[in-house]
Protein backbone atom coordinates (compact mmCIF):
# COMPACT_ATOMS: atom_id res chain seq x y z
CA UNK A 1 0.00 0.00 0.00
CA UNK A 2 0.97 3.89 -0.15
CA UNK A 3 1.44 5.14 3.13
CA UNK A 4 2.53 8.71 4.39
CA UNK A 5 4.49 8.65 7.78
CA UNK A 6 4.46 11.73 10.04
CA UNK A 7 4.82 12.15 13.92
CA UNK A 8 1.36 12.72 15.56
CA UNK A 9 2.28 15.88 17.61
CA UNK A 10 5.37 18.30 18.35
CA UNK A 11 5.79 20.78 20.91
CA UNK A 12 8.80 23.97 20.80
CA UNK A 13 9.54 26.85 21.95
CA UNK A 14 9.27 30.22 21.08
CA UNK A 15 11.97 31.99 18.68
CA UNK A 16 13.43 28.30 18.46
CA UNK A 17 14.01 25.95 15.50
CA UNK A 18 11.91 22.75 14.54
CA UNK A 19 12.44 20.47 12.20
CA UNK A 20 9.24 18.15 11.08
CA UNK A 21 10.02 15.07 8.73
CA UNK A 22 7.71 13.12 6.83
CA UNK A 23 8.55 9.87 5.61
CA UNK A 24 6.48 8.08 2.34
CA UNK A 25 6.38 4.86 0.74
CA UNK A 26 4.26 5.81 -2.90
CA UNK A 27 3.43 4.00 -6.07
CA UNK A 28 5.84 6.35 -7.81
CA UNK A 29 6.73 10.08 -7.13
CA UNK A 30 5.94 12.86 -8.48
CA UNK A 31 6.60 15.70 -6.20
CA UNK A 32 5.71 16.38 -2.40
CA UNK A 33 3.54 19.09 -0.49
CA UNK A 34 3.24 20.90 2.76
CA UNK A 35 0.59 22.40 3.91
CA UNK A 36 -0.14 24.41 6.90
CA UNK A 37 -3.47 24.37 8.61
CA UNK A 38 -4.62 25.97 11.87
CA UNK A 39 -7.21 24.11 13.72
CA UNK A 40 -10.83 24.85 12.45
CA UNK A 41 -9.87 26.16 8.99
CA UNK A 42 -8.51 25.12 5.75
CA UNK A 43 -5.06 23.90 4.71
CA UNK A 44 -3.30 26.39 2.86
CA UNK A 45 -0.16 25.79 0.77
CA UNK A 46 3.30 26.33 1.90
CA UNK A 47 5.58 24.25 0.00
CA UNK A 48 6.26 22.00 -3.07
CA UNK A 49 9.57 19.63 -4.21
CA UNK A 50 10.12 17.87 -6.66
CA UNK A 51 13.71 17.79 -6.89
CA UNK A 52 16.22 16.62 -4.27
CA UNK A 53 17.78 19.16 -2.20
CA UNK A 54 16.39 22.17 0.23
CA UNK A 55 14.04 25.27 -0.73
CA UNK A 56 13.75 27.95 1.57
CA UNK A 57 11.06 30.11 1.87
CA UNK A 58 11.96 33.06 4.54
CA UNK A 59 11.39 31.47 7.72
CA UNK A 60 10.21 28.04 6.52
CA UNK A 61 12.56 25.53 4.60
CA UNK A 62 11.57 22.04 2.92
CA UNK A 63 13.99 19.03 2.16
CA UNK A 64 13.90 16.24 -0.02
CA UNK A 65 15.43 12.95 -0.66
CA UNK A 66 13.70 10.99 -3.43
CA UNK A 67 16.35 8.22 -2.72
CA UNK A 68 15.13 7.93 0.80
CA UNK A 69 11.99 8.69 0.44
CA UNK A 70 12.37 11.44 2.91
CA UNK A 71 11.43 15.68 3.51
CA UNK A 72 11.72 17.26 6.34
CA UNK A 73 9.80 20.97 7.01
CA UNK A 74 12.20 23.15 8.89
CA UNK A 75 10.50 26.62 10.41
CA UNK A 76 12.84 28.73 11.95
CA UNK A 77 12.30 31.80 14.68
CA UNK A 78 8.74 30.01 15.58
CA UNK A 79 6.45 32.52 16.32
CA UNK A 80 2.84 31.54 18.06
CA UNK A 81 1.22 31.72 15.54
CA UNK A 82 3.15 28.89 14.21
CA UNK A 83 1.12 26.80 16.17
CA UNK A 84 -1.01 24.30 13.45
CA UNK A 85 -0.89 21.16 12.12
CA UNK A 86 1.01 20.37 9.19
CA UNK A 87 0.55 18.07 6.35
CA UNK A 88 3.06 16.41 4.19
CA UNK A 89 1.13 15.31 0.67
CA UNK A 90 2.85 12.99 -2.31
CA UNK A 91 1.94 13.00 -5.63
CA UNK A 92 2.09 9.03 -6.62
CA UNK A 93 3.11 8.28 -10.66
CA UNK A 94 -0.99 8.17 -11.26
CA UNK A 95 -0.39 11.41 -10.33
CA UNK A 96 -3.40 11.19 -7.10
CA UNK A 97 -2.35 13.17 -4.26
CA UNK A 98 -1.57 10.51 -1.16
CA UNK A 99 -1.76 12.60 2.38
CA UNK A 100 -0.37 12.30 5.67
CA UNK A 101 -2.49 12.38 8.66
CA UNK A 102 -0.65 15.51 9.57
CA UNK A 103 1.55 16.55 12.89
CA UNK A 104 0.36 19.18 15.20
CA UNK A 105 3.08 21.58 16.28
CA UNK A 106 2.43 23.06 20.07
CA UNK A 107 4.19 26.13 20.28
CA UNK A 108 4.73 27.28 24.16
CA UNK A 109 6.43 30.99 25.03
CA UNK B 1 -11.27 37.67 -4.50
CA UNK B 2 -13.41 35.07 -2.30
CA UNK B 3 -11.51 32.09 -3.42
CA UNK B 4 -14.05 28.93 -2.79
CA UNK B 5 -16.84 29.21 -1.04
CA UNK B 6 -18.48 26.00 0.83
CA UNK B 7 -22.25 26.18 2.13
CA UNK B 8 -23.18 25.27 4.64
CA UNK B 9 -20.08 25.95 7.25
CA UNK B 10 -22.15 23.87 9.20
CA UNK B 11 -25.12 21.02 9.55
CA UNK B 12 -26.64 18.79 11.90
CA UNK B 13 -28.40 15.96 10.06
CA UNK B 14 -30.73 13.02 11.13
CA UNK B 15 -29.47 9.51 9.67
CA UNK B 16 -31.23 8.93 6.09
CA UNK B 17 -32.26 12.67 5.23
CA UNK B 18 -30.47 13.63 2.12
CA UNK B 19 -27.92 16.66 1.90
CA UNK B 20 -25.85 18.92 -0.12
CA UNK B 21 -22.85 20.95 0.62
CA UNK B 22 -22.42 23.45 -2.03
CA UNK B 23 -19.00 24.67 -3.28
CA UNK B 24 -18.25 27.64 -5.75
CA UNK B 25 -15.27 29.23 -7.30
CA UNK B 26 -14.18 32.16 -8.84
CA UNK B 27 -10.41 31.63 -10.07
CA UNK B 28 -11.81 29.77 -13.00
CA UNK B 29 -9.91 26.71 -12.34
CA UNK B 30 -10.64 23.53 -14.30
CA UNK B 31 -9.88 20.48 -11.54
CA UNK B 32 -12.03 20.94 -8.35
CA UNK B 33 -11.69 18.01 -5.50
CA UNK B 34 -14.19 17.00 -2.54
CA UNK B 35 -12.35 15.42 0.51
CA UNK B 36 -13.14 14.51 3.56
CA UNK B 37 -10.86 14.60 7.30
CA UNK B 38 -11.17 13.13 10.05
CA UNK B 39 -9.41 12.76 12.97
CA UNK B 40 -6.02 10.95 12.93
CA UNK B 41 -6.43 10.58 9.45
CA UNK B 42 -5.23 12.26 6.63
CA UNK B 43 -7.38 13.86 4.00
CA UNK B 44 -9.61 11.66 1.89
CA UNK B 45 -10.28 12.14 -1.63
CA UNK B 46 -14.19 11.66 -2.24
CA UNK B 47 -14.65 12.91 -5.79
CA UNK B 48 -13.20 14.99 -7.77
CA UNK B 49 -13.45 16.65 -11.74
CA UNK B 50 -10.69 17.93 -13.99
CA UNK B 51 -13.05 19.69 -15.75
CA UNK B 52 -16.75 20.99 -16.54
CA UNK B 53 -18.91 18.32 -17.52
CA UNK B 54 -16.48 15.33 -16.35
CA UNK B 55 -16.52 13.76 -12.94
CA UNK B 56 -14.22 10.86 -11.57
CA UNK B 57 -14.32 8.80 -7.95
CA UNK B 58 -11.32 8.73 -5.26
CA UNK B 59 -10.55 7.09 -2.48
CA UNK B 60 -13.90 6.59 -0.19
CA UNK B 61 -16.45 7.50 -3.00
CA UNK B 62 -19.70 5.46 -1.63
CA UNK B 63 -22.96 6.96 -0.11
CA UNK B 64 -21.33 10.36 -2.22
CA UNK B 65 -22.39 11.82 -5.60
CA UNK B 66 -20.90 14.91 -7.28
CA UNK B 67 -21.95 16.81 -10.93
CA UNK B 68 -19.93 19.50 -12.78
CA UNK B 69 -22.29 21.27 -14.32
CA UNK B 70 -20.41 24.22 -14.99
CA UNK B 71 -16.28 25.69 -14.23
CA UNK B 72 -17.52 27.03 -10.59
CA UNK B 73 -19.79 24.70 -8.79
CA UNK B 74 -19.23 21.22 -7.24
CA UNK B 75 -21.80 20.03 -5.27
CA UNK B 76 -21.80 17.25 -3.25
CA UNK B 77 -24.55 14.87 -2.02
CA UNK B 78 -25.18 12.63 0.55
CA UNK B 79 -28.60 10.74 -0.63
CA UNK B 80 -28.96 8.85 2.51
CA UNK B 81 -26.92 10.18 5.32
CA UNK B 82 -25.38 7.68 7.98
CA UNK B 83 -23.31 8.84 11.11
CA UNK B 84 -20.37 7.01 9.41
CA UNK B 85 -20.52 10.30 7.07
CA UNK B 86 -19.89 12.98 10.34
CA UNK B 87 -17.01 14.48 9.25
CA UNK B 88 -15.41 17.87 7.75
CA UNK B 89 -16.20 18.06 4.15
CA UNK B 90 -13.49 20.30 2.47
CA UNK B 91 -13.74 21.28 -1.44
CA UNK B 92 -10.20 21.91 -3.23
CA UNK B 93 -9.79 23.67 -6.07
CA UNK B 94 -6.19 23.57 -8.82
CA UNK B 95 -5.16 25.13 -11.94
CA UNK B 96 -4.28 21.86 -13.59
CA UNK B 97 -5.65 18.37 -13.52
CA UNK B 98 -2.22 16.77 -12.22
CA UNK B 99 -2.17 18.36 -8.71
CA UNK B 100 -0.80 21.52 -8.50
CA UNK B 101 -0.86 23.40 -5.81
CA UNK B 102 -4.80 23.00 -3.64
CA UNK B 103 -7.11 26.08 -2.52
CA UNK B 104 -9.34 25.24 -0.25
CA UNK B 105 -12.53 26.16 0.85
CA UNK B 106 -12.81 26.65 4.61
CA UNK B 107 -14.89 23.72 5.27
CA UNK B 108 -18.43 21.75 6.29
CA UNK B 109 -18.50 20.52 9.79
CA UNK B 110 -21.21 17.61 8.59
CA UNK B 111 -22.98 16.02 11.75
CA UNK B 112 -24.95 12.74 11.26
CA UNK B 113 -27.21 11.43 13.75
Known amino acids: GQNIDQPTEMTATEGAIVQINCTYQTSGFNGLFWYQQHAGEAPTFLSYNVLDGLEEKGRFSSFLSRSKGYSYLLLKELQMKDSASYLC??????????WGAGTKLIIKP | IAGITQAPTSQILAAGRRMTLRCTQD?????MYWYRQDLGLGLRLIHYSNTAGTTGKGEVPDGYSVSRANTDDFPLTLASAVPSQTSVYFC????????????FGEGSRLTVL
Open chain 2, 27 to 31: MRHNA
Open chain 2, 92 to 103: ASSAGENTGELF
Open chain 1, 89 to 98: AVVNSNYQLI
